[in-house]
């Protein structure tokens, strides 16, 4: 059981958070934070993508097949050591640093009750300190609190409610919806809070379902960023078949209203006593295969198209093309997983430079590798690698960074 908890924790953590530039993730997430924007980290990426998965608890576990307590709960502690090369993601001035990190989670689930009531809760924080100070960079943090219940309503239909908050302290790619003409840096230190909650509807076709989904975001920033509120619908269409795979689709658009922030020119300027909004549109296609009965090899594949739209000279539009591959192994005292993924962005206004209008675009690759040994029922070892490299036609916007670790973790 303790096992079990841990696992239905780490799902929730699935990588649904303000991270992933115009990214998406499933549905069924218990954790569907619809936040859109600000950028990527590697070392984000490196410590939560191992859960895309697990899905959602519902997909594959029935009550009726448990004889547990009603409550079930458990928590994870975690420490390593490892090395990043590029701790700021500069282009031309790359520094690398040892690090250290600690981390704890908690997760408590409540069985279907007997008139179909369902909780899920979790709380996450993590903190990253780099050894060489000089860097600029002291520590990189991210703490997370999830709540959904849920309420089975008869014939097939589904509704719940979700409430999340994020803390995010990191280093992050902000080159996709930032400009220096607002004043910062392309890859800066990112300070914010994120509070969002979610309703959803759901209807079970076996072996098809759609779930209708609204939800609501506010955003703070430490200046010179920009806080905003974001809200949108999103629709999904899914099949389960086999041994617990799945096929899903899914369409979101989001308004998102920034505080202050200013239009932006063609050529690149302020546009004095405007307001800034975006309207980004997402669709996804995701097929997760378990390959045998006992479900030691899964598959997650998906490919996706991001829009995002301006309110003013459009110099903030682009579309993405994304694709990425996780495989996964699970033995019964070990586990491994690899996963890559690539980004194309393409912006049909933005020029290169004053000097320079060529449109530019941005292209985007990473590699992540994990595996993990199981010591006893409670203890495990784990090593992890992460590679993230950005191609562009902006001098500024070109860079590499890689991380390694290795650590302890401890099950409760």
């Given at each position: 059981?303790?096992n ?118 979790m709380?996450?924080?993590e ?59 392309n ?5 914010g ?6 309703w ?7 072996p ?27 629709l999904?269409?899914?099949r ?5 795979s799945?096929?899903?689709?899914a369409?979101s ?45 899964h ?31 699970h ?12 980004g ?24 992540s ?9 409670a ?32 099950h409760?």
């Open positions: 059981m303790i079990l908890a841990a696992q239905w924790m780490r799902a929730g953590v699935a990588g649904c958070l303000i991270l992933a530039a115009g990214g998406a993730c499933g549905a069924s997430s218990l954790t569907n934070a619809p936040s859109f924007v600000l950028g990527t980290n590697p070392i984000s990426a490196a410590i939560l993508t191992n859960l895309d998965l697990h899905g959602s608890i519902s997909n594959w576990l029935s009550p009726a097949d448990l004889k547990m307590p009603s409550w079930i709960w458990g928590g994870t502690l975690r420490s390593g050591f490892g090395y990043k090369d590029n701790v700021t993601m500069s282009s031309g001035n790359p520094r690398g640093s040892p690090f250290w990190s600690v981390a704890a989670d908690g997760m408590a689930y409540h069985l279907p009750t007997a008139d179909g009531w369902q909780f899920y809760g709380a996450s924080f903190n990253v300190g780099y050894l060489d100070q000089s860097i600029g960079v002291a520590n990189e943090q991210m703490g997370m609190v999830v709540g959904l219940i849920s309420k089975e309503l008869g014939h097939d239909w589904k509704t719940g409610l979700g409430v999340n908050y994020i803390y995010q302290d990191q280093v992050v790619d902000l080159s996709v919806t930032q400009t220096n003409a607002a004043g910062t840096t890859n800066s230190e990112v300070l809070n994120n509070v969002s909650a979610r959803f509807v759901r209807k079970d076709l076996k098809w379902w759609a779930e209708a989904e609204v939800s609501l975001a506010r955003q703070w920033l430490v200046a010179p960023l920009d806080g905003y509120y974001q809200t949108g619908p999103k999904t269409l899914g389960t078949y086999g041994h617990g799945d096929v899903t689709l369409y658009w989001y308004y998102v209203d920034f505080d202050h922030r200013e239009q932006i020119t063609a050529e690149g300027y302020s546009d004095p006593g405007t307001r800034l909004r975006f309207y980004p549109q997402t669709v996804e296609l995701a097929w997760h295969h378990i390959w045998d009965q006992k479900a030691h090899w598959t997650l594949t998906k490919a996706g198209f991001d829009l995002n739209e301006d309110n003013g000279s459009g110099y903030f539009d682009f579309t993405q093309y994304r694709l990425s591959e996780q495989i996964k192994y033995a019964p005292t070990w586990e491994a997983w690899v996963q890559f993924r690539a194309h962005f393409d912006f049909p206004i933005q020029p290169v430079s004053v000097d320079d209008p060529t449109r530019r675009y941005k292209t985007v690759f990473s590699l590798l994990r595996a993990e040994k199981n010591l006893s029922k203890f495990k070892v784990f090593v992890n690698y992460s590679l993230d490299h950005s191609l562009a036609n902006v001098s500024y916007d070109r860079y590499q960074t890689s991380a390694t670790s290795a650590g302890v973790e401890y409760f």
